[in-house]
């Protein structure tokens, strides 16, 4: 399943253009897909075990979980920037450049990193209650929060490393990389957190630490294989090229950081129910985070297929490529959200079983959250096509629809009117929205690239009859 791996850039490039759309979206999904899980589970072992800490520390891993959308925005801005152009570049055989795209995108985010880490532990008790801590989890989260900041240069260009490397066609190198760092963050966990009996102060380090090891696999990873090496002298900080990363770059920003802000926002509107209600919604984030790690592992997937297919200009295969990704999608998110919606106390009991509460308010959350759900099976592949193919204005607009333009107002509004319900149902209501705003820019796109298949297919035809009088 993996011999891609040891390609030739040029042996990739014909399998890119070439292989069936179908088994290649599969081939490249696996490691993606394991790679997404492993990221979920240890982001939910974290909060596993630091909720049989407490309830307030349970809180606090939501609190985190605002600067960890924090960093993944700035990860995910240069890597799906980077990422994007560097596919098309491939598809268009300039391996030069897309080398120095590499190069800039990897090394702007580390030093950026070290930045905003540097100003994070300068204020770091501000922070921590301008995320929405309350008195009760602020202790916590401070300890929770000044260990990952000292891990945020390196884990932000993890992120980098890990979309360079699948947009190359790459991701069984990118799986390495991330799921060495995984299983090390759930071995860690307990032994931090328990035998050393450092609390939740523990789970932070494991984490930076687990995520050390991955960057260093990564960054290794991204030299071998045929893959493009990260090397400094091809750091090239020039517009031209800062321009194409962040047209496909931006939408990624702009759907993290929204995601930052909305659960900035989600605790502060939970704040007046107590810390069981900010747990509880903490948990199903988490939960819900690991239930769309797989549809989005596939659909990164696809990714490469389309940023490659489109860079040749064989639209035939990027359609292909879709509407495969949107039916695959639609049959895993219909199967787990009927799941979670029959066994949603007894998913909440898993983490805070003593907290009737907490397993109340969450169960409920998750019920509303899985009626909406499957809606994503359109929402996140047309996001991923509008993204690859260079298409950032209308990539930016379903990015901020479903944590921005409807969550936000849904967010600060409900709860006021209907209380905790008015906090369960905010997102799947802002889900039905983005769904509508998905579907007007998706199918818009998507009769352009029929549009152009067909001129293209008309253009090949009278080539062929000009080729075939000739030789009469």
């Not at 932070?204 to 990260?230: P, R």
Request: charged share 15%; with cysteine; hydrophobic share 50%.
């Amino acid at each position: 399943m993996f011999v891609v791996q040891k390609m030739t850039a040029d042996e990739k490039f014909r399998m890119m253009t070439e292989d069936p759309v179908e088994q290649l979206i599969c081939t490249l999904a696996v490691p993606t897909i394991v790679s997404m899980l492993i990221t979920s589970i240890y982001n939910m072992a974290d909060t596993f075990f630091v909720s049989q800490i407490s309830t307030s520390a349970s809180g606090a891993v939501g609190i985190a979980f605002s600067l960890m959308a924090i960093i993944q925005a700035l990860g995910f801005t240069f890597g799906m920037g980077s990422g994007n152009y560097i596919s098309r570049l491939l598809g268009q055989k300039d391996r030069q450049y897309a080398a120095k795209v590499a190069a800039t995108g990897f090394f702007t985010t580390f030093g950026l990193g070290v930045v905003l880490a540097t100003l994070g532990l300068i204020f770091l008790d501000p922070l921590v209650y301008a995320l929405g801590a309350t008195d009760t989890i602020a202790p916590y989260a401070k300890s929770y929060l000044s260990y990952i900041l000292i891990g945020l240069p390196y884990m932000a260009s993890s992120f980098v490393l890990n979309n360079i490397l699948r947009f190359q066609g790459s991701a069984f190198y990118a799986m390495l990389g991330i799921g060495a760092g995984g299983v090390l963050n759930i071995v860690l966990d307990p032994i931090f957190i328990f035998k050393l009996n450092m609390g939740i102060g523990g789970a932070a380090l494991a984490t930076i630490i687990s995520q050390f090891i991955s960057f260093l696999i990564l960054l290794h990873n991204s030299g071998v294989g045929g893959n493009i090496k990260i090397r400094f002298r091809n750091f090239t900080p020039k517009w031209e090229i800062y321009k194409e990363i962040f047209r496909g770059g931006l939408p990624s920003f702009y759907r993290q950081t929204l995601a930052s802000t909305a659960m900035i926002v989600l605790n502060f509107s939970a704040r007046p129910f107590g810390d069981a209600a900010i747990a509880a919604m903490s948990i199903v984030a988490r939960v819900f985070q690991f239930a769309v790690s797989a549809v989005i592992g596939f659909g990164q997937g696809f990714q490469p297929v389309c940023g490659f297919n489109y860079g040749a200009k064989r639209y035939d295969r990027v359609l292909k490529a879709f509407w495969f990704s949107v039916k695959t999608a639609a049959i895993v998110l219909i199967t787990l959200s009927t799941l979670g919606f029959v066994f949603a106390p007894k998913i909440m009991s898993l983490f805070r079983k003593e907290d009737l509460d907490v397993i109340a308010i969450g169960a409920r959350a998750l019920r509303f959250h899985c009626l909406s759900f499957p809606l994503s099976a359109w929402i996140i592949p047309t996001n991923m096509l509008l993204q690859t193919i260079g298409k950032s204005a209308q990539a930016s607009l379903v990015s901020v629809s479903r944590q921005g333009l409807f969550f936000l107002p849904a967010i600060i509004i409900l709860p006021r009117q209907l209380g905790i319900l008015g906090v369960q149902i905010s997102q799947p209501i802002a889900d039905v929205f983005s769904f509508l705003v998905a579907i007007i820019m998706g199918t818009k796109v998507l009769k352009e690239l029929e549009s152009e298949h067909q001129k293209k297919a008309l253009g090949l035809k009278k080539t062929e009859a000009v080729r075939g009088s000739a030789l009469l």
